[in-house]
């Protein structure tokens, strides 16, 4: 039988980052839109980290009520000057990720902090001019840093929000102190991170956008523009620890469900297309450098024939990827293909709003991905994943099991 039906909403979070956004406020204002504190102080305290205590209260930011997270080390006399690289909480990135994956998180808080974490300390190592293996990171190594995005991930979560997206991004101006002295706004970590991404000017003097904060929303983020039309159910808002005079310093978080089946559904969405023409690598690299890509993250890979100078024989490697992982693709076909130049192009494109369900067959249960399309299914696969364990398991092919999940889906579909 099928195991879920078809929802006509998708729960969507939107960040309206209009002063700016830190971890500390992402997370102040996930608890302000509701997720529990109970929930957060639970799952925080599995780090075991235990020179931190979590300082969680309401605040007034010139009239507007918010959420205040500090995650406020013990024994510390000045948390502000370690907040800016001062402090004696150094980690480097194994020692992170060991931290997250022992602690008993949920599977997706644990990749998705994992993932924020290597992406900061690409940056990071990237601006030292070392990899990110051999650098001693200032900002991730801070316990207060692992606090705000593994709170970030749990709080999100916590939610139930199916995708996430932001607004243009406020970076301030001027220039911030830290550990290596005056660096101008934005920080050179995060004018990393926010490659391809739209950011805003500001006259407020500082640093409005932190590394920790560009990284986690360009890791969780969907997308980043205008707000998407949404039926509004929860508005929290992230409280900043400084006060700005010309407004108030705080992150919006705005919670709402989006109509998938009012006329077209189709979701739309900017990605990066990368191409690069090889005539001297063999198949077997060809297929080691798609492979490489996916498992790094990118959403399709696909080559193409071609013919190219003195009629050789050549093929198009075609990298699609989220734009804030261009620069990423693009280092692995420089440093795992033969090619010695990459084409880039941003692209529009259109997905069908998609739902996994479950059928029960003779062969055990297999998992179908449908297309929904002005509320209705127009498309139906089953993962092939599943009937290929399926058929190994009881000795039959493939298509046989293909043939059935199929059958039990037209069974019981209304």
Not at 184 to 194: D, F, K, R
Not at 299 to 318: E, F, G
């Amino acid at each position: 039988m099928l195991k879920k039906k078809y929802d006509s909403t998708m729960k969507t979070a939107y960040f309206d980052c209009f002063s700016g956004a830190a971890g500390d406020m992402i997370v102040g204002a996930a608890l302000d839109a509701g997720a529990p504190q109970e929930l957060l102080r639970r799952e925080l305290a599995k780090l075991a980290l235990e020179d931190v205590d979590l300082e969680i209260r309401k605040v007034s930011k010139k009239g507007i009520a918010a959420t205040l997270f500090i995650p406020q080390p013990k024994n510390t006399l000045d948390h502000h000057h370690r907040k800016n690289h001062e402090g004696p909480h150094y980690r480097n990135l194994a020692d992170i990720i060991d931290i997250i994956e022992h602690a008993g998180l949920s599977k997706w808080t644990t990749g998705s902090a994992i993932k924020i974490f290597q992406k900061l300390a690409q940056a990071e190592a990237k601006v030292h001019g070392a990899s990110e293996n051999e650098i001693h990171f200032h900002e991730i190594g801070a316990v207060d840093s692992i606090m705000d995005i593994v709170g970030a991930c749990v709080a999100l979560e916590s939610l139930a929000v199916e995708e996430i997206y932001c607004s243009p991004l406020v970076v301030g101006r001027g220039m911030v102190k830290c550990a290596h002295g005056l660096l101008p706004v934005p920080a050179p970590a995060t004018a990393e991170l926010i490659k391809g991404i739209e950011i805003l000017p500001s006259e407020v003097e500082g640093e409005l956008l932190t590394p920790t904060g560009a990284a986690i929303l360009t890791t969780l983020a969907s997308g980043f523009g205008p707000m998407p039309a949404l039926e509004i159910t929860d508005i929290g808002y992230g409280a900043g620890q400084n006060d700005n005079p010309q407004m108030p310093n705080v992150l919006r978080l705005i919670v709402g469900q989006k109509r998938l089946n009012r006329g077209s559904d189709v979701l739309s969405d900017t990605v990066c297309l990368l191409e690069a023409n090889i005539d001297d690598a063999t198949g077997q690299l060809i297929g080691h450098v798609t492979e490489v890509l996916l498992q790094a993250g990118a959403l399709d890979v696909y080559t193409t024939a071609i013919t190219m100078k003195q009629n050789r024989p050549a093929v198009t490697i075609s990298v699609i990827c989220p734009l804030t992982e261009a620069d990423r693709m693009e280092k692995i076909l420089f440093m795992e293909s033969t090619t010695l130049g990459i084409r880039r192009q941003n692209c529009r494109r259109s997905v069908l709003p998609r739902v996994y369900q479950t059928v029960a067959t003779a062969f055990g249960d297999i998992k179908i991905k449908l297309g929904y399309f002005q509320g209705q299914p127009i498309t139906c696969t089953p993962e092939f994943a599943d009937c290929q364990r399926a058929a190994r398991q009881h000795q039959v092919p493939v298509k046989e099991v293909i043939a059935a999940a199929l059958a039990a889906y037209n069974a019981v579909k209304t």
